[in-house]
């Protein structure tokens, strides 16, 4: 629903008013019709099959309420601003902990030097980790958290975990600055490969928009979905490249962890940023003697097919079942 | 595609089909629902048929509301007033019909629902009006307006927790008046805040449909509808009445006692009662001043004497009483009327009233108990047409004589 133009709510002629407020009139029909005559009707049927386009299309003209309740949730996790800045910088931190602590031990059980670039990469990969999580986590339960509102007035429902991953996304910014200064100590390298950052940040966003759309939905006509996806969040952080490298699984095993769509992300971030490596490129590394083929280009469609499809199939499930919302309240 | 004669809303055929009961929600109780349904699928092939476990919320809906008008939805509680609002503004879908909403739809219904009680009153608005559609630049230009209009001024830089539910409901209001909305869907919020508020709010419903707004209002204020309708729908889960307001609400009264079976008190049951002419025929509308009697049935079920009958009439719009007046079963000179037996009584009356519609309301009080035994309300609606009053109640059988005393 567009809204309509100003212009149809013209101002009534003073004539007009004043004549409908004649005595002699009082009772009679005001036939005002001529002064709103907006064009566009919406249909409500039993069925509205709306196409993928239409929905973004809808999406975008409730920019305006997405950044609103983005901004509401990010106004009051910052209203206590220790907790606030906690959750951007905080969170993170004890991922990076964690890391280094799983390296360190890594190290002594191996004997293995530890390159500072490793620690680089955990770093670097922390943040958007804590993004993702974030962004599920609290995405799952927007649509059920916001059910009064839900079950009251229209919009399109998409929005609520959207706004979201909007809100998160700002937390992914101040962490990113707070990379921008930490990691040329940890063996980042300024090459043109830095250019792939920004494309890795889409299609991670892509994906947890997408996935919290789905899951959102999901979690409206089955309660559980929720502690279901905590409990896999706790245990996605171990098939997920973040506190390790792919290359550290071995030929095989580092394939089978790029399955995972979010791997190709954080392995992107990694090559681009600590390597300089061209994601156009494959990339392979010498470890314990063999050799392991930590990227293929084709990685980057495969995490893109992921992220695109899942919101588009989110989309389309909350269109779809949007009708039922209020029913299931 | 349309044009201007297409009415605002325009609601065809409509049904809302709902599951009464337990829904699974969780996954843990999915697996076996999902069993059930497919070995039930094979059974339902129609649209319009009803499980076991379904029922219609609300079937038959056929109105249209055109632009500047306002249409007035009343019934008893669970009638499927709040369902048909729900389906006007796409929150829920029709099982079958189509409804089609011109332009911009705004609702008023719980119009603080998206307040946030940590953020403060102006950072709600922005809130809000996001929700209801509004843009950035619409909220800033409007800003203004909508802290005058809620008076909440001196507290729009607080949270909204600090708020009383007035204030609250006063601010989501002020929001909801100023989406510049071309259909407004209303339900029961005009009985938000202090008689001034109420008053200023049912006054911009007023400057809405002169403003050409299209309006649907679903209220039990008798009187607010018949202000700001023009017409009015009872509807207890298909429609019952369509037409003038003033019929609309004694149509609506009626359902609230089933007349087919009569009307249960203690110990007497009005088996029917009706507005008669001299002639004996049933009156629905009358000219003022014409001859009229309330007959009513009653039979007993236990003896009863010291009886008082009351008869009330009352303006259906406003519910203005235009006559409330006893009389003693001493006075009727009855006395003991024995159990098992059926009287009949008759108020002749004159309808000295102005155009609009009424309703009889019947009473036994029983003055040895202390309390009435049996109210029917309504006992008979009656509708008067005339067309030389402007306002009032009162026919005072005015006749207009005009002499010249003087002439130049």
Same mark, same amino acid.
């Given at each position: 629903?567009?809204?309509?133009?100003?212009?149809?709510?013209?101002?009534?002629?003073?004539?007009?008013?004043?004549?409908?407020?004649?005595?002699?009139?009082?009772?009679?029909?005001?036939?005002?019709?001529?002064?709103?005559?907006?064009?566009?009707?919406?249909?409500?049927?039993?069925?509205?099959?709306?196409?993928?386009?239409?929905?973004?299309?809808?999406?975008?003209?409730?920019?305006?309420?997405?950044?609103?309740?983005?901004?509401?949730?990010?106004?009051?996790?910052?209203?206590?601003?220790?907790?606030?800045?906690?959750?951007?910088?905080?969170?993170?931190?004890?991922?990076?902990?964690?890391?280094?602590?799983?390296?360190?031990?890594?190290?002594?059980?191996?004997g293995v030097a530890l390159d500072r670039t490793e620690i680089g990469a955990v770093v670097l990969k922390s943040f958007p980790w804590a993004f993702f999580a974030g962004a599920i986590g609290f995405g799952v339960g927007s649509?059920?958290?916001?059910?009064?509102?839900?079950?009251?007035?229209?919009?399109?429902?998409?929005?609520?975990?959207?706004?979201?991953?909007?809100?998160?996304?700002?937390?992914?910014?101040?962490?990113?600055?707070?990379?921008?200064?930490?990691?040329?100590?940890?063996?980042?390298?300024?090459?043109?490969?830095?250019?792939?950052?920004?494309?890795?940040?889409?299609?991670?966003?892509?994906?947890?928009?997408?996935?919290?759309?789905?899951?959102?939905?999901?979690?409206?006509?089955?309660?559980?979905?929720?502690?279901?996806?905590?409990?896999?969040?706790?245990?996605?952080?171990?098939?997920?490249?973040?506190?390790?490298?792919?290359?550290?699984?071995?030929?095989?095993?580092?394939?089978? /962890?790029?399955?995972?769509?979010?791997?190709?992300?954080?392995?992107?971030?990694?090559?681009?940023?600590?390597?300089?490596?061209?994601?156009?490129?494959?990339?392979?590394?010498?470890?314990?003697?063999?050799?392991?083929?930590?990227?293929?280009?084709?990685?980057?469609?495969?995490?893109?097919?992921?992220?695109?499809?899942?919101?588009?199939?989110?989309? /389309?499930?909350?269109?779809?079942?949007?009708?039922?919302?209020?029913?299931?309240? | 595609?349309?044009?201007?004669?297409? %009415?605002?809303?325009?609601?065809?055929?409509?049904?809302?089909?709902?599951?009464?009961?337990?829904?699974?929600?969780?996954?843990?109780?999915?697996?076996? @629902?999902?069993?059930?349904?497919?070995?039930?699928?094979?059974?339902?092939?129609?649209?319009?048929?009803?499980?076991?476990?379904?029922?219609? @919320?609300?079937?038959?809906?056929?109105?249209?509301?055109?632009?500047?008008?306002?249409?007035?939805?009343?019934?008893?509680?669970?009638?499927?007033?709040?369902?048909?609002?729900?389906?006007?503004?796409?929150?829920?879908?029709?099982?079958?019909?189509?409804?089609?909403?011109?332009?911009?739809?705004?609702?008023?219904?719980?119009?603080?629902?998206?307040?946030? %009680?940590?953020?403060?009153?102006?950072?709600?608005?922005?809130?809000?009006?996001?929700?209801?559609?509004?843009?950035?630049?619409?909220?800033?230009?409007?800003?203004?307006?909508?802290?005058?209009?809620?008076?909440?001024?001196?507290?729009?830089?607080?949270?909204?927790?600090?708020?009383?539910?007035?204030?609250?409901?006063?601010?989501?209001?002020?929001?909801?008046?100023?989406?510049?909305?071309?259909?407004?869907?209303?339900?029961?919020?005009?009985?938000?805040?202090?008689?001034?508020?109420?008053?200023?709010?049912?006054?911009?419903?007023? @400057?809405?449909?002169?403003?050409?707004? &299209?309006?649907?209002?679903?209220?039990?204020?008798?009187?607010?509808?018949?202000?700001?309708?023009?017409?009015?729908?009872?509807?207890?889960?298909?429609?019952?009445?369509?037409?003038?307001?003033?019929?609309?609400?004694?149509?609506?009264?009626?359902?609230?006692?089933?007349?087919?079976?009569?009307?249960?008190?203690?110990?007497?049951?009005?088996?029917?009662?009706?507005?008669?002419? %001299?002639?004996?025929?049933?009156?629905?509308?009358?000219?003022?001043?014409?001859?009229?009697?309330?007959?009513?049935?009653?039979?007993?079920?236990? %003896?009863?004497?010291?009886?008082?009958?009351?008869?009330?009439?009352?303006? @259906?719009?406003?519910?203005?009483?235009?006559?409330?007046?006893?009389?003693?079963?001493?006075?009727?000179?009855?006395?003991?009327?024995?159990?098992?037996?059926?009287?009949?009584?008759?108020?002749?009356?004159?309808?000295?009233?102005?155009?609009?519609?009424?309703?009889?309301?019947?009473?036994?009080?029983?003055?040895?108990?202390?309390?009435?035994?049996?109210?029917?309300?309504?006992?008979?609606?009656?509708?008067?047409?005339?067309?030389?009053?402007?306002?009032?109640?009162?026919?005072?059988?005015?006749?207009?004589?005009?002499?010249?005393? &003087?002439?130049?």
């Amino acid at each position: 629903m567009t809204p309509a133009e100003p212009s149809l709510a013209a101002p009534l002629p003073v004539g007009r008013a004043s004549q409908s407020s004649a005595p002699t009139l009082r009772t009679a029909p005001q036939s005002a019709a001529a002064v709103r005559d907006p064009q566009e009707v919406r249909v409500i049927g039993p069925q509205e099959r709306t196409s993928l386009f239409a929905l973004i299309h809808e999406l975008v003209t409730h920019r305006e309420l997405i950044h609103q309740l983005a901004a509401r949730d990010i106004r009051i996790r910052y209203k206590q601003a220790m907790m606030g800045f906690a959750w951007s910088i905080l969170m993170p931190l004890l991922i990076v902990g964690a890391g280094t602590l799983v390296r360190v031990v890594v190290v002594a059980m191996t004997g293995v030097a530890l390159d500072r670039t490793e620690i680089g990469a955990v770093v670097l990969k922390s943040f958007p980790w804590a993004f993702f999580a974030g962004a599920i986590g609290f995405g799952v339960g927007s649509i059920t958290a916001n059910l009064p509102l839900v079950t009251k007035i229209y919009f399109p429902r998409s929005v609520l975990p959207i706004a979201v991953v909007v809100s998160n996304l700002f937390d992914l910014a101040v962490g990113f600055v707070t990379i921008l200064l930490v990691l040329p100590f940890l063996g980042a390298k300024l090459s043109f490969a830095l250019l792939w950052v920004p494309l890795m940040v889409v299609l991670l966003v892509v994906l947890a928009a997408g996935l919290c759309t789905v899951l959102a939905c999901a979690n409206l006509f089955f309660r559980d979905v929720k502690y279901i996806t905590q409990v896999l969040l706790t245990f996605g952080i171990f098939f997920t490249p973040v506190l390790f490298n792919n290359v550290q699984f071995g030929p095989r095993g580092a394939k089978l /962890l790029m399955l995972n769509p979010l791997a190709p992300v954080f392995e992107g971030l990694r090559l681009s940023v600590m390597q300089g490596h061209n994601l156009l490129a494959t990339h392979s590394q010498l470890m314990r003697g063999v050799t392991v083929v930590d990227w293929q280009p084709w990685y980057l469609l495969y995490a893109a097919v992921w992220a695109f499809g899942s919101l588009a199939l989110g989309l /389309l499930l909350i269109q779809r079942t949007q009708d039922l919302f209020a029913e299931y309240a | 595609m349309t044009t201007s004669s297409t %009415p605002a809303v325009l609601v065809e055929n409509v049904a809302k089909r709902f599951q009464r009961g337990e829904r699974h929600d969780s996954l843990r109780d999915l697996i076996p @629902a999902l069993l059930r349904r497919a070995g039930r699928r094979g059974e339902t092939n129609g649209v319009a048929t009803l499980d076991r476990d379904e029922f219609w @919320a609300v079937r038959d809906l056929n109105f249209q509301v055109d632009f500047g008008r306002a249409l007035g939805i009343i019934g008893p509680n669970g009638a499927g007033k709040s369902t048909t609002l729900k389906l006007l503004t796409g929150i829920l879908r029709p099982t079958q019909g189509e409804i089609r909403m011109r332009g911009r739809v705004a609702s008023l219904i719980e119009v603080s629902a998206g307040f946030h %009680p940590d953020l403060t009153g102006r950072e709600n608005v922005y809130l809000q009006g996001a929700v209801m559609g509004m843009s950035r630049r619409e909220v800033d230009s409007q800003l203004d307006s909508i802290v005058a209009f809620s008076e909440v001024e001196d507290f729009i830089d607080t949270p909204v927790k600090r708020y009383s539910s007035g204030m609250n409901a006063r601010l989501g209001f002020s929001i909801a008046v100023h989406v510049n909305p071309d259909v407004l869907v209303i339900d029961e919020v005009l009985s938000v805040g202090d008689m001034s508020f109420q008053k200023k709010c049912v006054e911009r419903m007023l @400057a809405f449909k002169r403003e050409g707004v &299209a309006i649907v209002f679903v209220s039990h204020n008798m009187q607010a509808i018949g202000e700001l309708c023009d017409e009015a729908i009872v509807i207890k889960g298909n429609p019952r009445f369509q037409g003038a307001v003033g019929e609309a609400v004694t149509s609506y009264l009626r359902l609230s006692g089933d007349d087919s079976a009569g009307v249960q008190g203690d110990g007497i049951t009005v088996t029917g009662s009706q507005l008669v002419d %001299p002639s004996g025929q049933i009156v629905e509308a009358a000219a003022p001043r014409q001859a009229l009697s309330l007959q009513a049935d009653m039979h007993f079920s236990v %003896p009863l004497s010291d009886l008082t009958f009351c008869l009330v009439v009352r303006r @259906a719009t406003d519910y203005l009483t235009v006559y409330d007046g006893n009389i003693t079963s001493q006075e009727l000179g009855l006395g003991v009327i024995e159990a098992g037996s059926t009287v009949r009584i008759r108020f002749d009356h004159t309808a000295h009233l102005t155009r609009g519609q009424y309703l009889y309301t019947l009473g036994v009080y029983d003055q040895r108990e202390g309390r009435h035994r049996i109210w029917v309300v309504p006992a008979a609606g009656l509708r008067i047409d005339e067309y030389r009053t402007y306002g009032g109640v009162a026919d005072l059988d005015v006749e207009t004589r005009v002499e010249t005393l &003087a002439r130049v």
